[in-house]
C-alpha cells in the first residue's frame, strides 16, 4: 500500500498590487505576509487554497521573474462563468489574503545554451514570461518567441516584453493576430496575421538542436506539436503545459514491450477497457503511460493538486513521485503523479 505523504506547506499571502493588463486579464503581485517568499522555477505554478463551494484548489503560473522574490505575480484570465476560481481572483484587491502551497511543477527551463523556442497561445504567455526573464540572463541565447491571440485587445505585457527584448539579442519575438489588420503590422503591434502553421515555423526555425515549450489551449497545442514533429523536432525534446488538455496521444500496440523495457519490467493492465502494456520507464507518470496507449483519463493539473485523475487501483503496489497537498481516497491514486512498483491494475 502507498505511504501517506506529507502535507506541503503553506503560505499566507497578501495582494501587494492589482494589474488590469487586458479587459479579461488580471495581474496580482502577492507578497508574503510575513517572512520570505520560497523560490520557484521559471514555468512554475503557484497552488492555492481558495475553499470556494465549486473549488478548493486552483493552480495558476507564476508569471514574474524568478530572481524577484518581492512578490509572485499571478496573471489570470476571467474565465466564462468564472469558473476555477478566476472571478475570485479577479475581485481581489491590495491587502487581501490568501492561503498557498509553495510553488511545484515539471514544466520548467532547462539550464543549459541550446537555442530556445517559446510557442504559446492566449493566457499560456504566463509561463513564458517567467522563463524570459531567466533566459535575459543568457542575452546571447538564441530564443524565440512565438505568441498567437486573437487581436491587439488581447495582447498583455507588450511593455515589458519589449524592454526584454532590448536586453536580449539573441531573442526573436513575433506576435501573430488571428483577427488582426494592416494597420497592426504596420505599427508593428504584431509581425503576422492569422494562424502560427508550419510555414512560418519552418522559416523561423533553422536546424538545430531546439527545446521548444508550449503552453495555450488543447486545440492549439495539439497542432503545433504536430507541425514541430513535421519538422523534425525530437518529441523528447518538446515539454509542454497545457491550459485545457493534452494533445491526442498516438496509440501503441497493446501488450507490447517498448525498446528498454527489462524482462522483469512491470506489466500495467487497464481493466475496463482490457488494454494492457509493459511499463519501460520512458512516462513520467501513469497518466502519460496511459494517454500513450490510446486511453484519455480524466486529468485537469497534471500536478498531484486537482484530485481529477484519481484512479482506483485494483491491484499491485504504486508510489507518488509529488508531495501531495491531499491525498486520494483509500484505494485510489493520482495517475499524474503515480508510477508502478511492479504488476498494476488498474479501474480504467
Same mark, same amino acid.
Given at each position: 500500500m502507498t505511504a501517506e505523504p506529507a502535507r506541503a506547506a503553506a503560505l499566507t499571502l497578501e495582494v501587494a498590487e492589482r494589474v488590469a493588463e487586458s479587459a479579461a486579464v488580471v495581474s496580482l503581485r502577492l507578497r508574503a505576509a510575513a517572512g520570505e517568499l520560497p523560490p520557484f522555477l521559471p514555468g512554475q505554478h503557484l497552488p492555492l487554497r481558495l475553499n470556494l463551494p465549486e473549488r478548493s484548489l486552483a493552480t495558476y503560473t507564476i508569471s514574474s521573474d524568478p530572481g524577484d522574490l518581492s512578490a509572485y505575480r499571478l496573471s489570470v484570465k476571467l474565465e466564462p462563468g468564472g469558473k476555477g476560481g478566476s472571478r475570485h481572483l479577479h475581485g481581489l484587491q491590495p491587502g487581501d489574503q490568501l492561503q498557498a502551497e509553495v510553488p511545484r511543477g515539471r514544466f520548467v527551463l532547462q539550464e543549459d545554451d541550446r537555442p530556445v523556442l517559446l510557442l504559446t497561445g492566449g493566457i499560456g504567455i504566463t509561463p513564458a514570461l517567467s522563463m524570459l526573464h531567466a533566459l535575459a540572463r543568457q542575452p546571447d541565447r538564441p530564443v524565440v518567441f512565438l505568441h498567437a491571440c486573437r487581436s491587439r485587445d488581447d495582447l498583455c505585457f507588450a511593455e515589458e516584453l519589449a524592454g526584454l527584448e532590448a536586453r536580449m539579442p539573441g531573442l526573436t519575438r513575433i506576435t501573430v493576430f488571428a483577427e488582426g489588420s494592416a494597420a497592426d503590422l504596420e505599427t508593428a503591434r504584431c509581425q503576422h496575421l492569422g494562424l502560427i502553421d508550419r510555414a512560418l515555423l519552418r522559416r523561423l526555425l533553422p536546424l538545430d538542436a531546439w527545446q521548444a515549450y508550449l503552453c495555450g489551449p488543447d486545440g492549439f497545442m495539439a497542432a503545433m506539436r504536430a507541425a514541430l514533429a513535421s519538422l523534425g523536432l525530437p518529441d523528447g525534446e518538446i515539454r509542454q503545459e497545457s491550459f485545457g488538455g493534452a494533445p491526442a496521444p498516438v496509440p501503441a500496440a497493446p501488450a507490447a514491450r517498448a525498446a528498454g523495457a527489462t524482462a522483469d519490467a512491470p506489466t500495467i493492465r487497464f =481493466?475496463?477497457?482490457? !488494454?494492457? =502494456? #509493459?511499463?519501460?520507464?520512458?512516462?513520467?507518470?501513469?497518466?502519460?503511460? +496511459? %494517454? +500513450?496507449?490510446? /486511453?484519455?483519463?480524466?486529468?485537469?493539473?497534471? +500536478?498531484?493538486? $486537482?484530485?481529477? $485523475? =484519481?484512479?482506483?487501483? /485494483?491491484?499491485? %503496489?504504486? %508510489?507518488? !513521485?509529488?508531495?501531495?497537498?491531499?491525498?486520494?481516497?483509500?484505494? %485510489?491514486? /493520482? /495517475?499524474? $503523479?503515480? #508510477?508502478?512498483?511492479?504488476? #498494476? #491494475?488498474?479501474?480504467?
Open positions: =481493466a475496463r477497457s482490457g !488494454t494492457e =502494456a #509493459v511499463w519501460d520507464g520512458s512516462q513520467p507518470s501513469l497518466l502519460d503511460f +496511459a %494517454e +500513450a496507449q490510446g /486511453l484519455s483519463p480524466d486529468f485537469s493539473c497534471r +500536478a498531484g493538486i $486537482c484530485g481529477s $485523475c =484519481a484512479c482506483r487501483r /485494483l491491484d499491485g %503496489e504504486t %508510489e507518488h !513521485t509529488e508531495e501531495l497537498i491531499d491525498s486520494p481516497p483509500e484505494g %485510489e491514486i /493520482l /495517475l499524474c $503523479c503515480s #508510477v508502478p512498483k511492479g504488476d #498494476v #491494475v488498474l479501474d480504467l
